[in-house]
């Protein structure tokens, strides 16, 4: 059994995430922002943990990390606000980043997008451009840093079921969330996924045979 936080536990991503997660054995806190949520979040079987992450400083979101194994972050403003868009999906996010050795947390996946990185190509008028910005700031701050951390690039988010099927390292395409919930799962479990960005899609290759495949 291993602990896992999850920073974003009532995004679309977080809820079954946390269910896979709760399901297989694991414990599971997890993070988000408003309180009424906080039924969602226990119907996964997760702890529901109601924090502004947005609001915590270093010192704060270690301790809230204390006594975990690893931490997922799979948090965003949700776009439409630049300024929130920096404020979580970056500055929060490389907050966390930094918390996590205080609080004795090694294991750290982060969840970004297909193409993310300082060479995204987002023009700066672009709604899209504050948001490629920030994972590329906050995707960089994680690999430089000494944890045991993976990046994951999801294409197009859909809300399609999950196949438990993937493919990795093709094409821009599109990825139902549910399959992005299993990829963190499989990734928390499978140590050949430290260290690595692994960019991927709906696809026909059994998830935990494509992210030993794509070493």
């Known amino acids: 059994m291993a602990r896992i936080i999850v920073i974003g536990g009532h995004g679309k991503i977080g809820l079954r995430l946390a269910r896979i997660l709760t399901e297989r054995g694991d414990q599971v806190s997890s993070v988000f922002r408003n309180p009424d949520h906080s039924d969602d979040v226990a119907a996964t079987g997760a702890k529901p943990v109601a924090a ?16 975990h194994d690893a931490v997922v972050f799979s948090a ?8 929130r868009t920096y404020a979580v999906d970056r500055d929060a996010a490389i907050r966390v980043i930094d918390a996590a050795a205080p609080a004795g947390v090694r294991r750290f996946v982060m969840v970004s997008y297909f193409g993310a990185g300082p060479n995204h190509g987002v023009a700066i008028d672009n709604p899209f451009f504050p948001y490629a910005e920030a994972k590329a700031t906050a995707d960089a701050h994680l690999r430089a840093s000494d944890l045991d951390w993976t990046v994951l690039g999801p294409g197009r988010l859909t809300l399609e079921p999950a196949t438990g099927r993937i493919a990795v ?35 026909d290759v059994p998830i935990t045979d494509a992210l030993v495949a794509a070493e």
């Open 52 to 67: 502004d992450i947005e609001q915590l400083d270093t010192a704060a979101l270690a301790q809230l990390l204390a006594g």
């Open 169 to 203: 390292g093709a094409g821009k395409g599109t990825v139902a969330r549910a399959n992005v919930a299993l990829v963190v799962a499989a990734a928390l479990r499978d140590a050949s996924t430290i260290g690595r960005t692994i960019e991927f899609n709906d696809g």
């Open 76 to 83: 965003g403003a949700g776009g439409g606000n630049p300024a």
